[in-house]
């Protein structure tokens, strides 16, 4: 009988261990597919980045006050760099407006108008949640062709991914302008995102919220909601 049992128990470890064995290589092999099949439309030299229609700004944290967090300042700074060398006419402002005290894209807009961006050409998506729904909306609801993400390198990857499997003539412009504290954390959480992201993909999840279409070739102003003009 204890001879039975220790068979028994050791195909139940072998049985485990394979499965941990697979799905190990399915990790590396998701996280190796989605870095390899976007790095070629990812830029740090802003001479050799396509002109593009418009620009895609990823939403980051914003403080109570309404300052940007430098990972979200980064992001926007490099936009207005790309867009003062000409490289597209029509910035999209994407990330979470989910409760009314919280607002990213209200507080990025305002940063760019202080800039002096025009502001018939501000588009503004109150509901990118996560980098999924700001890349379907952006092809969904405001009708973007092709487009330049601005994000950190660590987060470009995932974004040109989902970007070009939805549809959009994606490029990425490497927004690290500073050295950040928890860029290890945010490294590793990319891992477990790119995961979700080929299972979002290839079960084409829905966003958790679409709308009337905003078409990126008109004026930005219906898409600024409640926000003051």
Request: net charge positive.
């Amino acid at each position: 009988m204890l001879k039975i049992k220790m068979k028994l128990l050791k195909k139940l470890i072998i049985v485990v261990l394979s499965l941990v064995f697979f799905m190990v290589i399915f990790f590396i092999a998701i996280n190796s597919y989605v870095r390899i099949s976007s790095s070629k439309y990812i830029y740090r030299d802003i001479e050799k980045i396509p002109k593009t229609q418009a620009c895609l700004v990823l939403g980051a944290a914003v403080f109570p006050n309404g300052n940007l967090s430098t990972v979200l300042k980064d992001r926007v700074d490099s936009a207005l760099i790309l867009y003062n060398n000409g490289k597209f006419e029509k910035i999209l402002l994407s990330g979470d407006n989910g409760k009314p005290h919280y607002n990213e894209v209200s507080a990025m807009r305002h940063y760019v108008q202080r800039k002096k961006f025009p502001d018939k050409d501000i588009f503004l998506d109150h509901a990118g949640f996560n980098t999924y729904n700001s890349m379907v909306r952006a092809k969904e609801i405001f009708c973007v062709d092709d487009v330049i993400i601005c994000t950190q390198e660590f987060h470009l990857y995932r974004s040109i991914y989902i970007a070009r499997k939805m549809g959009l003539n994606a490029y990425g412009y490497v927004s690290d302008r500073t050295v950040y504290a928890d860029a290890r954390h945010y490294k590793l959480r990319e891992l477990a995102a790119n995961i979700k992201a080929f299972f979002y993909i290839h079960t084409n999840k829905s966003p958790v919220y679409l709308g009337e279409q905003i078409p990126i070739s008109g004026t930005g102003f219906s898409s600024w909601g409640n926000d003051e003009k």
